[in-house]
């Protein structure tokens, strides 16, 4: 195993300041926290880091809180895959353990115990959707002011930060472009408005239409759940409409890859009878059979930036106690701010149109 | 929020028994703290219930080590993401927190001090390797004693128990399939001989071979990391001995894929002129054009098999000391033995060769 020395010399600080972290002696910048922690798992020394560093009440855990669905697997969806992946990435890098909790839909969860037990010292929020007991319970977690931030789903609350994309925009440019080769009967086969992100896209299609002088037309609107079964069963009624459209949107890859797999049983071809668009960019949209035209999300960049937001609140909130390592407290004052300011905004990120064969 | 009676009602409990489960008070059965955690977790009340029912010195968490490796996103691998599903659902139901670790691979990883400082109470090891350093980690693991289980890579070690597949009957199966073909000249892109998968799989391949008076041809030997790029670039290789070649065996889907696709640059028709098998049966596998014959291996049971594993061995523990609720004493030692029996063997799940068009 590496020595302190070896330790010290990697992360740039002195054998002290190395001894002081792993034996959480003393205030620590954060910022020299997390280059020891660093240095030490790659030298295979992280664990005893921790176990000293997180000594002063932390638990070294970021909780992330993902819905449970009986039957779905939800690891296997490209959605929640990238988006943990990048969280992952972060939380590694800073020396944090990445706590996995299920939360069952529709029951309250009461986050807030997962602080106050030191389970967690932040909290990640995915897949969640404005249902009244899962708002009421996110909502209780913003009430507290603990550190958190929503992935994906947009609440517009004070205290309860969303890091996410701009769905609307996504929706738009797939929109427009089926206009634009002109297609005028466009469907939408959407998931459940209970998420922000479907609404977004709704919007954006609407919107898209509207500049064409159109308006949605409430027989060519299809549900689904974001899931390949989904958009399969939704073929059915699409195939009923289908004298009547000459477009098809898809709010994700899954459900397009299920509509044009119904659509083809019933003798329907993709893209020549009716294009089909699909959303997300999945890994399994350069493959299917045709290669689907859809919309690149940045979901790893987006479980990157949400983790980053709540490394960053908990280093201001350590800044404000004992971070006498700045040059002055104006700047320590100055961090907090910062932080604070930060969570406070919704972050979307660009989207994307991605041209294949589908359409 | 669900009442105490509530909760007592669904676990088929007493009132009393839900308090003592919740305030940590006394012995309890794990069967009985199991069922009432799942019920409270039901009903939105699993984290006071953890926040209670492991005061006693457990930390409620099991440890998922995984290797991490930079610019790979492995939650987005469809082996991962299988075994993970897999463990979350288990541990869901059983009421505890999944906290993901990643190693360096190639570095020590010190997995005891993560029972020694309570981050853990049991720990599932994913893509480990026989390589030095990562081997002597989990063997200074098993020399504790402490419960865990290895996925899916075989030590053959007292207390280091695995939960796997039989990798040497998917390969063999495949290579059969070629070879009751008319085959007679079959590569094999294979991982790295530091997972016993990898070799267990060219195992198969031999013996299938050697039962039609073959053996395996070292120029026709490839080797890839797993990934679809290691695939792809493998197809250069392949391609030069394509004149020597009449039917190809890759150890993953994802290599698979990547290889048809490097061949087909190279105008080589998969499975016109090149035959191709891959393995895993992974969701990209029935959307690749052709559609892969494939090996089906049964991830997301192996991660609920190795999940179990440990939480029978942590109820066996608990079983030990204090499980008053049993009938007498000889039966709560009977269940150590059993859960020390157990552990001690590694479990090999089947596979099952699928037929599609890819061969």
């Given at each position: 195993?590496?020595?302190?020395?070896?330790?010290?010399?990697?992360?740039?600080?002195?054998?002290?300041?190395?001894?002081?972290?792993?034996?959480?002696?003393?205030?620590?910048?954060?910022?020299?926290?997390?280059?020891?922690?660093?240095?030490?798992?790659?030298?295979?020394?992280?664990?005893?880091?921790?176990?000293?560093?997180?000594?002063?009440?932390?638990?070294?855990?970021?909780?992330?809180?993902?819905?449970?669905?009986?039957?779905?697997?939800?690891?296997?969806?490209?959605?929640f895959?990238?988006?943990?992946?990048?969280?992952?990435?972060?939380?590694?890098q800073?020396?944090?353990?990445?706590?996995?909790l299920?939360?069952?839909?529709?029951?309250?969860?009461?986050?807030?115990?997962?602080?106050?037990?030191?389970?967690?010292d932040?909290?990640?929020?995915l897949?969640?959707?404005s249902?009244?007991?899962?708002?009421?319970?996110?909502?209780?977690?913003?009430d507290?002011?603990?550190p958190?931030?929503v992935?994906?789903?947009?609440?517009?609350?004070?205290?309860?930060?969303?890091v996410?994309a701009?769905?609307?925009?996504?929706?738009?440019?797939?929109?427009?472009?089926?206009?634009?080769?002109?297609?005028?009967?466009?469907?939408?086969?959407?998931?459940?408005?209970h998420?922000?992100?479907?609404v977004?896209?709704y919007?954006?299609?609407?919107?898209?239409?509207?500049e064409?002088?159109?308006?949605?037309?409430?027989?060519?609107?299809?549900e689904?759940?974001?899931?390949?079964?989904?958009?399969?069963?939704?073929?059915g009624?699409?195939?009923?409409?289908?004298?009547?459209?000459?477009?098809?949107?898809?709010?994700?890859?899954?459900?397009?890859?299920g509509?044009?797999?119904?659509?083809?049983?019933?003798?329907?071809?993709?893209?020549?009878r009716?294009?089909?668009?699909?959303?997300?960019?999945s890994?399994?949209?350069?493959?299917?059979?045709?290669?689907?035209?859809?919309?690149?999300?940045?979901?790893?960049?987006?479980?990157?930036?949400?983790?980053?937001?709540?490394?960053?609140?908990?280093?201001?909130?350590?800044?404000?106690?004992?971070?006498?390592?700045?040059?002055?407290?104006?700047?320590?004052?100055?961090?907090?701010?910062?932080?604070?300011?930060?969570?406070?905004?919704?972050?979307?990120?660009?989207?994307?149109?991605?041209?294949?064969?589908?359409?």
């Amino acid at each position: 195993m590496a020595t302190r020395r070896e330790v010290a010399e990697l992360a740039g600080v002195s054998e002290a300041t190395v001894s002081r972290v792993m034996n959480g002696v003393g205030p620590i910048k954060e910022e020299t926290r997390r280059k020891v922690a660093a240095a030490a798992a790659e030298l295979g020394y992280q664990l005893n880091a921790l176990a000293s560093g997180f000594a002063k009440g932390r638990s070294g855990n970021i909780g992330v809180v993902l819905p449970h669905v009986p039957k779905v697997r939800l690891f296997s969806t490209y959605y929640f895959s990238e988006i943990l992946s990048g969280i992952g990435d972060v939380l590694h890098q800073a020396g944090y353990g990445l706590l996995l909790l299920y939360r069952n839909p529709q029951a309250r969860y009461d986050y807030v115990s997962l602080y106050r037990t030191r389970r967690i010292d932040a909290c990640l929020i995915l897949g969640a959707s404005s249902l009244p007991e899962e708002q009421a319970s996110v909502f209780a977690l913003a009430d507290e002011g603990l550190p958190c931030c929503v992935v994906d789903q947009r609440f517009s609350r004070a205290g309860l930060p969303c890091v996410g994309a701009d769905h609307r925009a996504g929706a738009y440019a797939a929109a427009r472009y089926m206009l634009d080769a002109g297609h005028r009967r466009i469907g939408f086969l959407n998931g459940s408005p209970h998420y922000s992100n479907s609404v977004d896209r709704y919007d954006g299609y609407r919107q898209a239409l509207a500049e064409s002088g159109l308006s949605p037309d409430p027989e060519l609107l299809f549900e689904g759940n974001y899931s390949r079964k989904s958009g399969q069963e939704a073929a059915g009624a699409i195939f009923e409409r289908l004298e009547a459209l000459d477009g098809m949107l898809c709010a994700n890859d899954r459900m397009a890859i299920g509509a044009i797999q119904g659509l083809r049983e019933r003798g329907v071809a993709v893209p020549e009878r009716l294009p089909v668009i699909g959303y997300d960019n999945s890994d399994a949209s350069s493959l299917t059979d045709p290669p689907l035209t859809t919309v690149e999300v940045p979901f790893y960049e987006m479980g990157r930036l949400a983790a980053e937001s709540v490394l960053a609140r908990l280093a201001g909130e350590h800044g404000r106690a004992s971070d006498i390592e700045d040059a002055d407290g104006a700047a320590g004052a100055a961090t907090v701010a910062n932080g604070l300011n930060k969570a406070a905004d919704d972050v979307l990120l660009p989207t994307q149109l991605i041209i294949r064969r589908s359409c």
